[in-house]
């Protein structure tokens, strides 16, 4: 025992005093930073894209201006709520937020749909002054060390058309005309800068005989007789979604007048909605309705699996180039001379451990900073929502199952990493490792949809899957057979792969040459003296 204690200690020694350990723990908190704040960042970095539309016919371009000045507004107001929220004077004692009482409900989602139900109410904040009338009705509500409010720029913007182009010409002409600015090998003058054309609207004037009426048969389109949205970029179809509703919400105004009925009634209409609210019949009589903290504990374990993969991925792979790189330099042959292969074996995957989950809890660490570090409700928010996960039990059941699924995974590793050579060998062999070790990843999602389903249920009773499987299984309070008995299936599944992997290592470390096959280990596995 004080052999493995002293191999255990020198293993997180050496681990622990790598550039790569400290380039890890001290690079994880701001790569946390950097992806808390990276989509907002990104959004700010993204360039305004400049379109054109040729509509000769005057269809619809008006429709699309007016969508376009809608979505920018809309970007106006979320970026002015959040400015309030950052910098509006708060209470000194504010009331802290509790998410076991407030209500599951996307705000992101229904703000949105307020907005398409009712785009009068988007016009109308602007009509009446837009963010300067809002400025002027908060003003004396906000911190003295408040900074102005900056508009987010504009997402796109129309152009006029490049000159020498006729936008009476027919579509195919005003295209091919297009195609030295849509591919960006000439500029267009937006501002004062020249700037690449992101996208063109073609609009032929005898589409109007070709648009779908009710009850009419779906023609594949042709692209004689449809809007013609070009563009190089097939990844941002942000404004190729705005032009087509732009499009279709002003057809529909058109058949509305068409027969005769009048659009603010069918908005009004449009706008109407009866209440949902979600209940939980598992929950105490008075509060079944599903709260945030509900919502948090159910996708909670999915985070945690995504989490506990890469821990033990991570760990048991720096388990695997520690034995072969100390095998490859005969530094074993010294060790062995001095303990067992048990010894060294067990002290390994403890030291090793014990360097991970250092590096592990430096992860956990800097998310909890990062979190707490941010200002603003959304400081609040984080608050709340670890108080719900660390409060929900899924931390313990976090560390058993990370436990034992590196002792599985890393006796494994280690047994591997004690046959090869080197490293281009080892992954060579651990092809059929990684494919077992994908599928967990691959049913991370799906399996809290249904996690006391038959596909959940049979792999929580593969030991290799049952640390993943239970820990995304936790928060839907899985059948007590399911919990004992493949814990109990994977403790014991445990020993056995530790007692094959000290058979394997105790003859594998010490040989050289080309690795075994698969006949050899077996043999390797009944020798007598095999864990001496």
Same mark, same amino acid.
């Given at each position: 025992?004080?052999?493995?204690?002293?191999?255990?200690?020198?293993?997180?020694?050496?681990?622990?005093?790598?550039?790569?350990?400290?380039?890890?723990?001290?690079?994880?908190?701001?790569?946390?930073?950097?992806?808390?704040? !990276?989509?907002?960042?990104?959004?700010?970095?993204?360039?305004?894209?400049?379109?054109?539309?040729? @509509?000769?016919?005057?269809?619809?371009?008006?429709?699309?201006? *007016?969508? %376009?000045?809608?979505?920018?507004?809309?970007?106006?107001?979320?970026?002015?709520?959040?400015?309030?929220?950052?910098?509006?004077?708060?209470?000194?004692?504010?009331?802290?937020?509790?998410?076991?009482?407030?209500?599951? /409900?996307? /705000? @992101?989602?229904?703000?949105?749909?307020?907005?398409?139900?009712?785009?009068?109410?988007?016009?109308? $904040?602007?009509?009446?002054?837009?963010?300067?009338?809002?400025?002027?009705?908060?003003?004396?509500?906000?911190?003295?060390?408040?900074?102005?409010?900056?508009?987010?720029?504009?997402? $796109?913007?129309?152009?006029?058309?490049?000159?020498?182009?006729?936008?009476?010409?027919?579509?195919?002409?005003?295209?091919?005309?297009?195609?030295?600015?849509?591919?960006?090998?000439?500029? %267009?003058?937006?501002?004062?800068?020249?700037?690449?054309?992101?996208?063109? /609207?073609?609009?032929?004037?005898?589409? %109007?005989?070709?648009?779908?009426?009710?009850?009419?048969?779906?023609?594949?389109?042709?692209?004689?007789?449809?809007?013609?949205?070009?563009?190089?970029?097939?990844?941002?179809?942000?404004? *190729?979604?705005?032009?087509?509703?732009?499009?279709?919400?002003?057809?529909?105004?058109?058949?509305?007048?068409?027969?005769?009925?009048?659009? !603010?009634?069918?908005?009004?209409?449009?706008?109407?909605?009866?209440?949902?609210?979600?209940?939980?019949?598992?929950?105490?009589?008075?509060?079944?309705?599903?709260?945030?903290?509900?919502?948090?504990?159910?996708?909670?374990?999915?985070?945690?699996?995504?989490?506990?993969?890469?821990?033990?991925?991570?760990?048991? #792979?720096?388990?695997?180039?520690?034995?072969?790189?100390?095998?490859?330099?005969?530094?074993?042959?010294?060790?062995?001379?001095?303990?067992?292969?048990?010894?060294?074996?067990?002290?390994?995957? !403890?030291?090793? !451990?014990?360097?991970?989950?250092?590096?592990?809890?430096?992860? +956990?660490?800097?998310?909890?900073?990062?979190?707490?570090?941010?200002?603003?409700?959304?400081?609040?928010?984080?608050? #709340?929502?670890?108080?719900?996960?660390?409060?929900?039990?899924?931390?313990?059941?976090?560390?058993?199952?990370? /436990?034992?699924?590196?002792?599985?995974?890393?006796?494994?590793?280690? *047994? +591997?990493?004690?046959?090869?050579?080197?490293?281009?060998?080892?992954?060579?062999?651990?092809?059929?490792?990684?494919?077992?070790?994908?599928?967990?990843?691959?049913?991370?999602?799906?399996?809290?949809?249904?996690?006391?389903?038959?596909?959940?249920?049979?792999?929580?009773? %593969?030991?290799?899957?049952?640390?993943?499987?239970?820990?995304?299984?936790?928060?839907? #309070?899985?059948? *007590?057979?399911?919990?004992?008995?493949?814990?109990?299936?994977?403790?014991?599944?445990?020993?056995?792969?530790?007692? +094959?992997?000290?058979?394997?290592?105790?003859?594998?470390?010490?040989?050289?040459?080309?690795?075994?096959?698969?006949?050899?280990?077996?043999?390797?596995?009944?020798?007598? @003296?095999?864990?001496?």
């Amino acid at each position: 025992m004080r052999n493995t204690w002293l191999v255990a200690r020198r293993e997180f020694t050496e681990n622990v005093q790598t550039k790569g350990f400290w380039l890890g723990v001290i690079t994880t908190p701001l790569l946390l930073l950097l992806a808390v704040n !990276a989509q907002r960042w990104l959004d700010s970095r993204t360039p305004t894209r400049a379109f054109v539309v040729v @509509d000769p016919g005057g269809l619809y371009v008006e429709a699309i201006d *007016a969508a %376009i000045e809608r979505l920018h507004q809309r970007e106006v107001l979320r970026e002015f709520g959040q400015y309030v929220s950052k910098h509006a004077l708060r209470d000194e004692a504010p009331t802290a937020l509790d998410l076991e009482d407030t209500p599951a /409900v996307d /705000v @992101d989602k229904l703000i949105e749909q307020v907005s398409d139900a009712n785009p009068a109410a988007v016009d109308a $904040f602007v009509t009446k002054g837009g963010v300067t009338m809002a400025l002027a009705m908060i003003q004396g509500r906000l911190a003295a060390d408040a900074p102005p409010f900056e508009e987010p720029r504009r997402s $796109f913007v129309r152009v006029p058309l490049p000159d020498g182009i006729d936008p009476e010409a027919s579509p195919a002409d005003v295209a091919e005309a297009l195609r030295p600015w849509l591919r960006g090998d000439r500029t %267009i003058p937006l501002d004062d800068r020249n700037v690449d054309l992101f996208a063109a /609207v073609v609009i032929p004037p005898e589409v %109007i005989d070709h648009v779908i009426r009710p009850g009419g048969m779906p023609q594949p389109p042709s692209t004689a007789e449809s809007v013609q949205f070009w563009a190089a970029n097939l990844a941002d179809t942000d404004l *190729a979604s705005e032009v087509e509703r732009a499009i279709n919400e002003a057809q529909r105004r058109e058949a509305f007048a068409e027969l005769d009925v009048d659009e !603010a009634t069918v908005r009004a209409a449009q706008g109407t909605s009866v209440p949902m609210v979600k209940l939980n019949p598992t929950k105490a009589a008075g509060r079944e309705q599903v709260s945030m903290a509900d919502q948090i504990r159910q996708w909670a374990p999915a985070g945690f699996v995504y989490l506990l993969w890469i821990s033990i991925f991570a760990i048991a #792979s720096m388990l695997l180039n520690n034995t072969i790189e100390e095998k490859s330099n005969r530094l074993v042959e010294v060790l062995l001379s001095s303990i067992t292969p048990w010894e060294l074996m067990t002290g390994k995957l !403890a030291g090793i !451990a014990a360097a991970g989950l250092t590096m592990v809890s430096t992860w +956990l660490a800097a998310l909890v900073g990062v979190l707490w570090w941010q200002a603003g409700p959304q400081a609040e928010f984080a608050r #709340s929502l670890l108080e719900v996960v660390t409060g929900s039990g899924l931390l313990p059941a976090f560390l058993a199952y990370f /436990v034992l699924g590196y002792l599985l995974y890393g006796s494994i590793f280690l *047994a +591997l990493g004690s046959i090869c050579n080197t490293l281009k060998e080892a992954q060579n062999m651990m092809q059929p490792v990684m494919i077992v070790m994908i599928v967990p990843l691959l049913t991370m999602v799906f399996i809290p949809k249904d996690p006391n389903g038959t596909l959940a249920r049979v792999m929580s009773w %593969i030991p290799l899957y049952t640390p993943f499987v239970m820990m995304n299984r936790a928060a839907a #309070s899985p059948p *007590a057979v399911d919990f004992y008995g493949t814990s109990v299936l994977l403790a014991c599944s445990v020993l056995f792969t530790l007692w +094959l992997a000290g058979r394997i290592f105790s003859v594998g470390i010490l040989r050289t040459g080309q690795p075994p096959r698969l006949v050899e280990l077996l043999h390797w596995l009944t020798r007598r @003296d095999a864990a001496s």
